[in-house]
């Protein structure tokens, strides 16, 4: 038995899992009438509505109970990880707990017991309280806190949405940083963070939480490098926002390893990338960080990349440590930015392309003008991993390839989905040509 009392309500009620059982039983296998019209259809829409609040107001009760009784302690669990082991989605089981274990916010559960508030709005309210506690210069005085829950219920009384009361918390916590010398959460650069998880299928899960200054500058350079960019054919760029800003941060990392971004003719590394074999295994590659990579990564990184193969021994034993001949010199960039001008796929400009071996040194090509040519970072894992190759869906054809011209330029040779005859393609910076007029 649970209380569902608030200290501001004037009604109490006793409730146990009998009523809630008969209530499950009243409720199953209901179904609306066939002929109900669209009045009925959302004045029942409406009761819904209010009646999962209120359901929402009763879970989040109880989830203050759970952790007033410590009922997880002895698993050594926390109460959200057990909402979750019950079926509740990561995000609603974290909303229920800031909900039920916040004190002091009888002003919102006056709304709630009643389904006038959504829990999603609860919970922004909540956040919102603590955003602008946090803010402070001096100690919120309980007049303060009483102020602002009234101006944040208020706004999700009016129909605004949890993001829109968000946002004007960080307002009133910005006001009230302004009056008290504090710090807003917006310019408070002790709370930026940024976590780096490897996921179950080899990938990097990255989250950052940045000031303003860092997501401005963030948000403007992805901004700037992640504009599309059309095909040589003409056509629409094929890639989706997050994949041309996936594309740009890459960019960005690549400028950010040259040292400066406006050097394009820099031979030291762009970035210092270990690679290791297994002596018995030698198909088995894999990454410092990241762990097991195909052959079709590990030669793309030969390209550009400052490479380090070494070779283990079962026990991981390093047997041999590879050396650092395959980038191209200082002078060969300058050759390739007055031939190519940019890159040659899609136009992008020299100091933000990549050095590309049209033969790739794994396969025995060599470090030299005529085996080269400048590609941007998005159209150089374009061309290596040449649209999937190797599955059911693709032929030998389905790729973009580079290849040298009779006339010591570089050709692009569409994949067939795009030319079935597959005709070359000069350069970018020489797109005007035809093979008739070459010279």
């Known amino acids: 038995m649970i209380d569902a009392t608030t200290p501001s309500a004037s009604r109490s009620a006793e409730l146990s899992a009998d009523l809630f059982a008969g209530l499950i039983a009243q409720l199953d296998d209901r179904t609306f009438r066939a002929d109900i019209g669209s009045r009925d259809a959302f004045a029942a829409m409406q009761q819904l509505i209010t009646l999962r609040n209120m359901i929402d107001h009763l879970a989040a009760t109880l989830t203050g109970e759970f952790d007033r009784l410590k009922m997880t302690a002895p698993q050594g669990r926390s109460v959200r990880q057990l909402l979750i082991t019950m079926g509740i989605a990561p995000a609603v089981a974290g909303r229920l707990v800031r909900v039920g274990t916040a004190t002091d916010v009888d002003g919102v559960r006056i709304h709630t017991v009643d389904g006038a508030i959504s829990l999603d709005h609860a919970d922004a309210i909540v956040l919102g309280l603590t955003h602008i506690e946090s803010r402070a210069g001096e100690p919120v005085t309980p007049e303060q806190r009483r102020d602002h829950t009234r101006a944040l219920v208020s706004q999700a009384l009016s129909g605004m949405s949890p993001a829109e009361i968000g946002k004007h918390a960080r307002q009133l916590g910005n006001t009230l940083a302004d009056d008290t010398s504090g710090t807003p959460a917006a310019e408070d650069r002790s709370l930026n963070s940024v976590t780096l998880a490897k996921t179950s299928d080899g990938r990097l899960d990255m989250r950052a939480d940045l000031d303003m200054s860092v997501g401005e500058k963030l948000c403007t350079t992805l901004e700037t490098l992640s504009a599309p960019t059309p095909q040589p054919d003409g056509s629409?760029?094929?890639?989706?926002?997050?994949?041309?800003?996936?594309?740009?941060?890459?960019?960005?990392?690549?400028?950010?390893?040259?040292?400066?971004?406006?050097?394009?003719?820099?031979?030291?590394?762009?970035?210092?990338?270990?690679?290791?074999?297994?002596?018995?295994?030698?198909?088995?590659?894999?990454?410092?960080?990241?762990?097991?990579?195909?052959?079709?990564?590990?030669?793309?990184?030969?390209?550009?990349?400052?490479?380090?193969?070494?070779?283990?021994?079962?026990?991981?034993?390093?047997?041999?440590?590879?050396?650092?001949?395959?980038?191209?010199?200082?002078?060969?960039?300058?050759?390739?930015?007055?031939?190519?001008?940019?890159?040659?796929?899609?136009?992008?400009?020299?100091?933000?392309?990549?050095?590309?071996?049209?033969?790739?040194?794994?396969?025995?090509?060599?470090?030299?003008?005529?085996?080269?040519?400048?590609?941007?970072?998005?159209?150089?894992?374009?061309?290596?991993?040449?649209?999937?190759?190797?599955?059911?869906?693709?032929?030998?054809?389905?790729?973009?390839?580079?290849?040298?011209?009779?006339?010591?330029?570089?050709?692009?040779?569409?994949?067939?989905?795009?030319?079935?005859?597959?005709?070359?393609?000069?350069?970018?910076?020489?797109?005007?040509?035809?093979?008739?007029?070459?010279a």
Not at 303 to 322: F, M, N, S
Not at 380 to 391: F, P
Request: aromatic share 4%.
């Open 236 to 438: 629409h760029d094929p890639r989706t926002v997050q994949q041309r800003q996936a594309d740009a941060l890459e960019t960005l990392l690549e400028a950010a390893a040259r040292g400066l971004a406006d050097d394009t003719v820099s031979t030291t590394s762009r970035y210092d990338v270990l690679l290791t074999l297994n002596a018995e295994q030698s198909d088995q590659s894999a990454l410092q960080y990241m762990g097991p990579v195909t052959d079709q990564l590990a030669t793309t990184l030969t390209c550009d990349a400052q490479l380090t193969v070494a070779i283990l021994d079962d026990e991981r034993a390093p047997l041999q440590l590879g050396r650092r001949k395959r980038l191209f010199t200082n002078a060969q960039r300058k050759a390739f930015i007055l031939r190519d001008e940019c890159c040659i796929k899609c136009g992008a400009p020299a100091s933000r392309t990549q050095a590309h071996h049209l033969r790739h040194w794994a396969d025995g090509g060599a470090t030299d003008l005529d085996n080269g040519c400048l590609l941007c970072t998005a159209c150089h894992h374009d061309v290596h991993d040449r649209a999937g190759a190797g599955s059911e869906a693709s032929g030998p054809n389905d790729y973009w390839d580079v290849v040298m011209g009779f006339d010591r330029h570089p050709w692009l040779i569409p994949p067939s989905t795009v030319d079935p005859r597959r005709r070359p393609q000069p350069a970018y910076n020489r797109r005007t040509l035809r093979l008739d007029s070459a």
